[in-house]
Nanobody
Framework: QVQLVESGGGLVQPGGSLRLSCAAS????????MNWYRQTPGNERELVAA???????NYADSVKGRFTISRDNVKNTVYLHMSSLKPEDTAVYFC?????????WGQGTQVTVSP
């Protein structure tokens, strides 16, 4: 059974930082592309950051220079380090694991950026 369990969300002030974690089980973690998406009410999920099995990364323009995605293939965990947070970063953040036709989602974690 595949599980992706996110943690680390919460309330933070503008300019602050948070680190999200996503622990994976039931997959051969190191071959999967791991992604972080976010979603706000009434909108589709948008890709925030991706990290490929070889370690290369890709970011949405809106988060470049502020967010960093990383992975630990021993702990089967992917991280999203978020800094210089803005109110517009407020969303539910979802972990995603993708390999070929296999596509798995976590349950999401709320990030709220507010004074």
């Amino acid at each position: 059974q595949v599980q992706l369990v996110e943690s680390g969300g919460g309330l933070v002030q503008p300019g602050g930082s948070l680190r999200l974690s996503c622990a994976a089980s039931g997959i051969i973690f190191n071959i999967y592309t791991m992604n972080w998406y976010r979603q706000t009410p009434g909108n589709e999920r948008e890709l925030v950051a991706a990290i490929y099995g070889g370690g290369s990364t890709n970011y949405a323009d809106s988060v470049k220079g502020r967010f960093t995605i990383s992975r630990d293939n021993v702990k089967n965990t992917v991280y999203l380090h978020m800094s210089s947070l803005k109110p517009e970063d407020t969303a539910v953040y979802f972990c995603n694991a993708r390999y070929a036709v296999r596509n798995y989602w976590g349950q999401g974690t709320q990030v709220t950026v507010s004074p």
